[in-house]
Nanobody, 120 residues
Framework: QVQLVESGGGSVQAGGSLRLSCVASGNTDSRSCMAWFRQSPGKEREAVATISGGGGSTNYADSVKGRFTVSRDNAKNTFYLQMNNLKPEDTGEYYC?????????????WGQGTQVTVSS
């Protein structure tokens, strides 16, 4: 099992930036894929970005492409979500997650969530 702790959420005006961090501990070698999900009010939880174990493969939701960047520092067991040009529709609870592979069926470890609020 992997334990995940997010930080970096907050309130920002539209057009602003935030960087989320997620520190992983435990059996991290067994959960090489790291991902960010978000749940906005009235919407289902959606995958925002994923990054493979070596960091060489990333994927983004269409709604955040060109604005969000996912990265990882394996030496620190930490991964990040840099969010630029934030929009009100980016508001939601953001969760870091981990799994053996970057497929929804394999994501099985979750952080507690951090709130991001973007005002217009």
């Amino acid at each position: 099992q992997v334990q995940l702790v997010e930080s970096g959420g907050g309130s920002v005006q539209a057009g602003g930036s935030l960087r989320l961090s997620c520190v992983a501990s435990g059996n991290t070698d067994s959960r090489s894929c790291m991902a960010w999900f978000r749940q906005s009010p009235g919407k289902e939880r959606e995958a925002v970005a994923t990054i493979s174990g070596g960091g060489g493969s990333t994927n983004y939701a269409d709604s955040v492409k060109g604005r969000f960047t996912v990265s990882r520092d394996n030496a620190k067991n930490t991964f990040y979500l840099q969010m630029n040009n934030l929009k009100p529709e980016d508001t939601g609870e953001y969760y870091c997650a981990a799994g053996r592979y970057c497929s929804a069926a394999y994501i099985d470890s979750w952080g507690q969530g951090t709130q991001v609020t973007v005002s217009s």
